[in-house]
Each structure stands twice: as structure tokens, then as C-alpha cells.
Nanobody
Framework: QVQLVESGGGLVQPGGSLRLSCAVS????????MYWYRQAPGKQRELVAS???????NYADSVKGRFTISRDNAKNTMYLQMNSLKFEDTAVYYC??????????WGQGTQVTVSS
């Protein structure tokens, strides 16, 4: 069973940038679609971005133009480049796959805090 480990979160000022990583055990080539989700305090988990093996991507309206999702098949890693961060981007960020999402399997996530 594939395992995912998120990293790269931290404390950043508004307008700053962070790059999140999602390390995949096994081959990322076996995973067609991958997601970045986030969950802010007191809110439901929301889908931030998705990427398919053919390179097609989708973003939530709230992050379009600021976030970029990518995957490096050679490194078995997915990334989320986050620029122009806002207070409302503060959340725990998770990577996942469709199957793991359906069965409710989530990693520990990585905390992103945007604060002045």
C-alpha cells in the first residue's frame, strides 16, 4: 500500500512563499491522480489542487494564480509551490490519492501558518 509523507510547511509572512513536498513510497508512476488538500482550524478539509499523470492540473479558485502543483516522477515526489501567501492559507496541508481519500486514509500533513 502506498504511503505518503508531507513536508515543507512552516511559518511565513503574508506575501511569502513555501514549497510543500509529498514523498511517495514506491513508484509515483503507479498513481494516476494526486491531490493536495488543506484543513484550516474549524473548517472542513478542502481540495486545493490536483495533478494527473498526463500533467493536467486543476486548482481551487482561492489559489489559482498563486499555487502551482507539480510532480517529479524520477524522485517519486509531488510538490505544491505556494506564492503570495495569505492569512487564509493557514492550514494543515495533506497530499493524497483518490483511493486513500475514499477510504479515509490520511497522513499527518504539514502545517502552514501565515502570520505577520
Amino acid at each position: 500500500q502506498v504511503q505518503l509523507v508531507e513536508s515543507g510547511g512552516g511559518l511565513v509572512q503574508p506575501g511569502g512563499s513555501l514549497r510543500l513536498s509529498c514523498a511517495v513510497s514506491g513508484s509515483i508512476l503507479n498513481i494516476n491522480v494526486m491531490y493536495w488538500y488543506r484543513q484550516a482550524p474549524g473548517k472542513q478539509r478542502e481540495l486545493v489542487a490536483s495533478i494527473s499523470s498526463d500533467g493536467s492540473v486543476n486548482y481551487a479558485d482561492s489559489v489559482k494564480g498563486r499555487f502551482t502543483i507539480s510532480r517529479d516522477n524520477a524522485k517519486n515526489t509531488m510538490y505544491l509551490q505556494m506564492n503570495s501567501l495569505k492569512f487564509e492559507d493557514t492550514a494543515v496541508y495533506y497530499c493524497n490519492t483518490p483511493i486513500r481519500t475514499v477510504i479515509g486514509s490520511w497522513g499527518q500533513g504539514t502545517q502552514v501558518t501565515v502570520s505577520s
